[in-house]
């Protein structure tokens, strides 16, 4: 016995002896040009093995790129191309994956943050003419905000969380409580620069380089690196006027949601998003409510198992248009009477608002232990609705008590273009849930989790097909599915052409090598 585990002690050292070996190979291959802003210390590549969620755990990378300009990007994904080691290369924004789909275990992670460094704004460039802003993949959307309101504009579409990158959202989709209006973010850009997984960097739009150009928005890091986009811009706001208004009942709740956002720019709201509040959960003193509002809510909330709220916004100039603007929607809407709070605040503030809120949180917080964020996101059929309410909120959820969020608010398809890779529900109006949870604990954390597997496997075994957004799959089958057959054919053959050693994001688990 103990000659079996010595056996295995020295079989498991010559592995990761072989493993450093070949590492150390390629790493003394790299051009000179680059050799100097790859680290391969561990201290510098532990960064790059975890991400927002905490959930997942994979190998570090074997080194991490910090480039001082897109040449530095091209300059690795030609070698890496080139070279006999397959060597993987994932590009890294703020880090807010939650589930690993930035890791490249033994490969390259490119801190897409250093592209930066030396002149955050360096890479936004505002055209007034043109009424569109050139911005480097790397910057996070609250830094195009900051620059584009300076000459009065901003882009149209937004995620709630704006401390994530242009390059990120656009390799996914980048959805909010805009998209019934203007269509997800990917739907707001003119033209890419891609830099594909053989270093070639490729300008792209919907006039040249097409498949590349569909391909890369929402195609999840697979064809190439977003290096820069240009994003149509409108005239901004100056203020918004950000209501909640409560419901008990599911169907009042949809029926008035999917009531907003048929109505056409500009009689109703600029903004719709939605929540569910579980099994009696109360909110508390939030920078939204006031004291008394807080109370009110709270014993509603003790009386009936599920509240449900309506966020809604409008952009407004003018104080008494939009006082009548809004007083006209509210008197088609069935929330409760009474249960209906405003706010008015800047534009900055309401687009910034998660932001704000996380500051405030912190700030009070004690505590500095771990949090993990094993969310669920989903694209729901209309139709499925009722069902999923009595098989999951009803349901599998019943008797849980809730740390985090659960959004719940209507798209609509024909504001999504099915030329791009991202994928929708086959219905003209979809819902978004969003299970966003936190837990403090690893057990929680396993709890919400085989929650997660359980609401899966409620939708796959009532037929209910859902699509995740920023998909969690981990087999081809499951892509396939996800995508459907013509969509995953056409999405194969692009791999094919602009990724043909499967090189790029392989935190994603689509390609097998």
């Known amino acids: 016995m103990a000659f079996n585990r010595l ?23 790299v051009p000179r040009e680059i050799a100097s802003k790859l680290d391969s210390s561990s201290n510098a590549t532990a960064r790059f093995a975890t991400d927002y969620g905490s959930v997942t755990s994979a190998p570090p990378p074997a080194a991490v790129l910090r480039p001082s300009s897109v040449e530095d990007i091209a300059v690795l994904l030609r070698f890496v191309h080139g070279v006999e080691t397959r060597v993987p290369v994932a590009a890294r924004g703020n880090g807010h994956s939650v589930h690993g789909q930035a890791f490249a275990p033994d490969g390259v992670v490119i801190d897409m943050a250093a592209l930066g460094d030396s002149g955050r704004r360096r890479r936004i460039n505002v055209s007034t003419e043109g009424m569109y802003v050139d911005a480097g993949g790397e910057h996070l959307w609250i830094e195009v905000l900051e620059e584009t309101l300076k000459l009065g504009l901003s882009p149209p579409s937004w995620t709630d969380y704006l401390y994530l990158t242009v390059g990120g959202t656009l390799s996914n989709a980048g959805i909010g409580g805009q998209v019934f209006r203007h269509g997800p973010q990917i739907s707001t850009v003119y033209e890419l620069d891609v830099l594909t997984g053989q270093g070639e960097l490729i300008t792209c739009s919907g006039e040249s380089n097409q498949d590349l150009f569909y391909g890369a928005l929402g195609g999840l890091g697979q064809l190439g690196i ?6 149509a811009l409108r005239p901004a706001p100056a203020r918004v006027r950000w209501l909640r208004l409560f419901y008990t009942d599911l169907g009042n709740f949809t029926k008035d949601q999917e009531l907003l956002i048929s109505k056409p720019d500009p009689i109703g709201f600029d903004y719709v998003e939605g929540e569910v509040m579980l099994n009696h959960q109360s909110v508390d003193n939030s920078t939204f409510y006031s004291n008394q509002a807080v109370e009110s809510i709270n014993r509603l909330a003790a009386e009936f198992d599920t509240l449900y709220f309506l966020e809604g916004a409008m952009y407004y100039d ?6 009548q603007k809004i007083e006209g929607l509210l008197g088609e809407l069935n929330f409760v009477p009474g249960f209906n709070f405003s706010n008015d605040v800047t534009y900055l503030e309401f687009l910034d608002r998660v932001h704000i809120e996380i500051q405030r949180v912190e700030g009070n917080s004690t505590s500095s232990t771990r949090v993990f964020h094993p969310w669920l996101n989903l694209f729901l059929p209309k139709s499925r609705v009722r069902d999923f309410q009595i098989g999951v909120f009803q349901g599998i959820l019943h008797n849980i008590n809730p740390t985090g969020l659960v959004l719940l608010y209507p798209m609509n398809k024909n504001r999504w273009n099915d030329l791009m890779t991202a994928t929708v529900p086959d219905e003209e109006v979809f819902y978004v849930v969003g299970f966003l949870w936190t837990a403090a604990t690893v057990e929680d954390w396993r709890s919400f989790g085989a929650l997660n597997d359980e609401v899966l496997g409620f939708c796959q075994q009532h037929g209910i097909e859902v699509k995740q957004y920023l998909p969690q799959y981990t087999s081809q089958g499951d892509w396939e599915r996800h995508f459907g057959s013509v969509k995953w054919e056409k999405f194969v053959q692009l791999k094919r052409r602009y990724d043909p050693k499967a090189l790029l994001a392989p935190g994603q688990h689509i390609f097998a090598v």
């Not at 003018?318 to 006082?323: I, K």
């Open 318 to 323: 003018s104080n008494t248009v939009a006082d």
């Open 226 to 231: 977003i290096t820069r986009a240009r994003i």
């Open 7 to 29: 056996a295995l002690a020295v079989a498991l050292l010559a592995v990761a002896a072989s493993a450093a070996v070949i590492s150390a190979t390629w790493l003394d291959q």
